[in-house]
């Protein structure tokens, strides 16, 4: 089965714990905008990110904050960092690297640096019609210039919205613009 499904491509952003955020800031989240996955939203604030000198300055915080500290970045980031974050599922945090992160209030050093792995969100109803489950593998083509056919893993959640998540380097890679349709091959 081959369905259309939209292209979203994420830039480097971080996720916090309710702990760490007060830490960092002295107000309250606020939204910026609504992300197209229910319930998620870009917020208005930003911190840096920093590996000794290195550094990277306006990283947005995605909300709500959540129960862990994930930091999400490219290979390309990786390399102005001066770091070799694991590529990894959201959530899955063992062994992942530590980051220093920076805001006028403060400092600190969480672990949770991560690249991303390409990832196909969906509601447990879309898996049905689709015979997959939470973890599979699927293949998505990119037609195009620079066309390809590439593994995403599928991540099912209550209010997921189908999509093909990737981050800036994939999306680079193969030409693509935030909001292109590909093609899930189930």
């Given at each position: 089965?081959?369905?259309?499904?939209?292209?979203?491509?994420?830039?480097?952003?971080?996720?916090?714990?309710?702990?760490?955020?007060?830490?960092?800031?002295?107000?309250?989240?606020?939204?910026?905008?609504d992300?197209?996955?229910?319930?998620?939203f870009?917020?208005?604030q930003?911190?840096t990110?920093?590996?000794g000198?290195?550094?990277?300055s306006?990283?947005?915080?995605?909300?709500?904050?959540?129960?862990?500290?994930?930091?999400?970045?490219?290979?390309?980031?990786?390399?102005?960092?001066?770091?070799?974050?694991?590529?990894?599922?959201?959530?899955?945090l063992?062994?992942?690297?530590?980051?220093t992160?920076?805001?006028?209030?403060?400092?600190?050093?969480?672990?949770?640096?991560?690249?991303?792995?390409?990832?196909v969100?969906?509601?447990?109803?879309?898996?049905?019609?689709?015979?997959?489950?939470?973890?599979?593998?699927?293949?998505?083509?990119?037609?195009?210039?620079?066309?390809?056919?590439?593994?995403?893993?599928?991540?099912?959640?209550?209010?997921g919205?189908?999509?093909f998540?990737?981050?800036?380097?994939?999306?680079?890679?193969?030409?693509?613009?935030?909001?292109?349709?590909?093609?899930?091959?189930?």
């Open positions: 089965m081959e369905i259309p499904i939209k292209v979203r491509i994420s830039n480097r952003h971080v996720h916090l714990t309710e702990e760490v955020y007060n830490k960092l800031f002295n107000e309250t989240l606020e939204k910026k905008n992300l197209t996955q229910t319930g998620q870009a917020s208005c930003t911190l990110i920093k590996n000198e290195n550094s990277i306006n990283v947005r915080i995605v909300g709500p904050l959540r129960n862990y500290n994930q930091i999400e970045i490219s290979k390309r980031d990786a390399r102005t960092l001066g770091v070799n974050p694991p590529v990894r599922r959201s959530g899955d063992e062994d992942s690297e530590n980051i992160l920076e805001t006028s209030k403060g400092t600190i050093t969480v672990q949770g640096l991560i690249i991303a792995n390409r990832h969100h969906m509601n447990e109803q879309d898996a049905l019609n689709l015979g997959v489950k939470d973890k599979d593998i699927v293949k998505v083509k990119i037609d195009g210039i620079k066309s390809g056919i590439i593994d995403a893993e599928v991540k099912v959640t209550p209010e919205v189908l999509e998540h990737v981050d800036t380097d994939d999306g680079n890679a193969f030409l693509l613009e935030d909001g292109d349709e590909v093609i899930l091959k189930v």
